[in-house]
């Protein structure tokens, strides 16, 4: 019989746990499979780890992997596929916007052949303005930006086979990206639709300064193109300076007397160049500060406590 893994990322999600384990179990237990629901708590300072214990210690399906402290959402998802003993593995939220009862829809394209079933958003219900905006125009942005095909409108929730998961064990980047990394994986991929509903309770622990960074990680790991503008534009800078410098001169040569001192112009000058020069060294910096992550080659987690799992991960 085929094993399912869940894995469940969660940080501070006490007001919803009890729900979403609930829901979990009614819609995994309808399927006729064996399963295991892996919560992975990503350093939370109120009792959902104490919750989770709870359910493990009676019901052997429930693991837990805990955290030394919040490494974030995409680190938690590595480890649950790191610990993840199954055929294939569905990552979802805890707070129950990714409804639980697609699971077995996934499960049936997975059946089919499919080593990659995403769920694709249809509609975002109960999120802000803000967030439903940026969140387009960051998708359609990378779309743009990069030659991976990665989906539109997609989260991580989605099923992979095992195939995939042994894969994306072994890639080692540390700022990951991992709806871009499935894409970039390859294999059959496919996708079912749903609406993706309102938080169940609590709020978002994606606050803006989050999702920057998640968005920068996007767009980064999977382009180039930030770099490309940088030459470019230092280019059509040079360029246009040439030009500039041609008139220069011959003003200088042919018509001295109408000259003014160039007080003007050489601010000009400076001013566009330093703000050129500070935008490039940015946009180089954030590679660099990449590579740095990656030669440092620090562990992506550090698990402090195990509950119904043994040493099957290898860290
Ligand atoms: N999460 C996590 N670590 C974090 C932030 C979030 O494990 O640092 C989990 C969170 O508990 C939830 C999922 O990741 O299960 C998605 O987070 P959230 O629902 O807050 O994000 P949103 O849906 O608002 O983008
Ligand atoms: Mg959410």
Redesign the pocket.
């Given at each position: 019989m085929p094993k399912i893994s869940v894995i469940?990322?969660?940080?501070?999600?006490t007001e919803v746990i009890d729900v979403t384990y609930k829901r979990m179990k009614s819609v995994m237990d309808g399927i006729e499979m064996e399963y295991e629901l892996i919560f992975?708590n990503?350093g939370s300072r109120d009792d959902t780890e104490h919750k989770i214990a709870g359910y493990a210690k009676k019901d052997r399906t429930v693991k837990l992997l805990s955290f030394s402290r919040?490494f974030?959402?995409q680190c938690?998802i590595s480890a649950g596929m790191d610990y993840a003993s199954g055929d294939a593995v569905v990552v979802i939220?805890?707070?129950l916007?990714d409804p639980p009862e697609l699971i077995p829809e996934m499960i049936k394209k997975w059946q089919e052949g499919y080593e990659v079933v995403y769920g694709k958003r249809l509609k975002r219900k109960g999120?802000t303005l803000f967030k439903k905006a940026t969140a387009k125009l960051f998708y359609r942005t990378l779309k743009h930006l990069t030659s991976v095909d990665i989906p539109v409108d997609t989260g991580d929730f989605r099923l992979i086979d095992r195939k995939v998961c042994d894969v994306f064990r072994r890639l080692q980047e540390k700022n990951r990206f991992i709806r871009g990394l499935v894409s970039w994986i390859g294999f059959r991929q496919t996708y079912v639709e749903y609406v993706r509903e309102e938080?169940l309770a609590g709020e978002?622990?994606?606050p803006l300064k989050?999702m920057m960074r998640f968005a920068m990680d996007g767009i980064l790991s999977f382009s180039y193109i930030p770099l490309k503008i940088a030459s470019f534009l230092g280019f059509l800078i040079s360029g246009l300076s040439f030009l500039y410098l041609i008139f220069v001169l011959i003003q200088k040569l042919f018509y001295p007397a109408g000259l003014v001192p160039g007080w003007t112009s050489i601010v000009a000058v400076l001013l566009i160049f330093n703000g050129i020069i500070l935008i490039l060294l940015g946009v180089i910096g954030e590679y660099i500060g990449r590579i740095y992550d990656e030669v440092r080659n620090r562990p992506l987690y550090i698990i402090d406590k195990k509950v119904n799992l043994d040493d099957e991960g290898v860290e």
């Amino acid at each position: 019989m085929p094993k399912i893994s869940v894995i469940i990322p969660v940080f501070n999600e006490t007001e919803v746990i009890d729900v979403t384990y609930k829901r979990m179990k009614s819609v995994m237990d309808g399927i006729e499979m064996e399963y295991e629901l892996i919560f992975v708590n990503d350093g939370s300072r109120d009792d959902t780890e104490h919750k989770i214990a709870g359910y493990a210690k009676k019901d052997r399906t429930v693991k837990l992997l805990s955290f030394s402290r919040n490494f974030g959402h995409q680190c938690a998802i590595s480890a649950g596929m790191d610990y993840a003993s199954g055929d294939a593995v569905v990552v979802i939220d805890a707070d129950l916007q990714d409804p639980p009862e697609l699971i077995p829809e996934m499960i049936k394209k997975w059946q089919e052949g499919y080593e990659v079933v995403y769920g694709k958003r249809l509609k975002r219900k109960g999120e802000t303005l803000f967030k439903k905006a940026t969140a387009k125009l960051f998708y359609r942005t990378l779309k743009h930006l990069t030659s991976v095909d990665i989906p539109v409108d997609t989260g991580d929730f989605r099923l992979i086979d095992r195939k995939v998961c042994d894969v994306f064990r072994r890639l080692q980047e540390k700022n990951r990206f991992i709806r871009g990394l499935v894409s970039w994986i390859g294999f059959r991929q496919t996708y079912v639709e749903y609406v993706r509903e309102e938080r169940l309770a609590g709020e978002t622990k994606y606050p803006l300064k989050k999702m920057m960074r998640f968005a920068m990680d996007g767009i980064l790991s999977f382009s180039y193109i930030p770099l490309k503008i940088a030459s470019f534009l230092g280019f059509l800078i040079s360029g246009l300076s040439f030009l500039y410098l041609i008139f220069v001169l011959i003003q200088k040569l042919f018509y001295p007397a109408g000259l003014v001192p160039g007080w003007t112009s050489i601010v000009a000058v400076l001013l566009i160049f330093n703000g050129i020069i500070l935008i490039l060294l940015g946009v180089i910096g954030e590679y660099i500060g990449r590579i740095y992550d990656e030669v440092r080659n620090r562990p992506l987690y550090i698990i402090d406590k195990k509950v119904n799992l043994d040493d099957e991960g290898v860290e």
